[in-house]
């Protein structure tokens, strides 16, 4: 099975850009639709982002939409998700995942490997 390890997290202000990294070992990357998820404290785990097999469908969440973008680079089996126009609200952990499944999307229950999280805040 695949491990995953996220990396890219910090502070940064308001307006500013982050680009979080997801590094997959144990199993190739390319044999799996990724997901980016995030969960702020006091709520539920919520879809970001995900993307298919070889650049496949890709679907982000209403909030992040032109602001974010998921991206893959299955030779350095390493997701990514780059993050500009951040706000205050985008503060949350955030989390990679991965699913064999060609069911896939941003329900955290359609993934099977989780990675441990990357604090991300956004303030002033």
């Known amino acids: 099975q695949v491990q995953l390890v996220e990396s890219g997290g910090g502070l940064v202000q308001p307006g500013g850009s982050l680009r979080l990294s997801c590094a997959a070992s144990g199993h190739s990357l390319s044999l799996y639709a990724i997901g980016w998820f995030r969960q702020a404290p006091g709520k539920e785990r919520e879809g970001v982002s995900s993307m298919g097999l070889s650049d496949g469908p890709i679907h982000y969440a209403d909030s992040v939409k032109g602001r974010f973008t998921i991206s893959r680079d299955d030779a350095k089996n390493t997701g990514y998700l780059q993050m500009h126009n951040l706000k205050p609200e985008d503060t949350a952990i955030y989390y990679c995942?991965?699913?064999?499944?060609?069911?896939?999307?941003?329900?955290?229950?359609?993934?099977?490997?989780w990675g441990q999280g990357t604090q991300v805040t956004v303030s002033s």
């Open positions: 995942a991965a699913t064999t499944s060609w069911i896939y999307g941003l329900v955290p229950s359609q993934y099977d490997y």
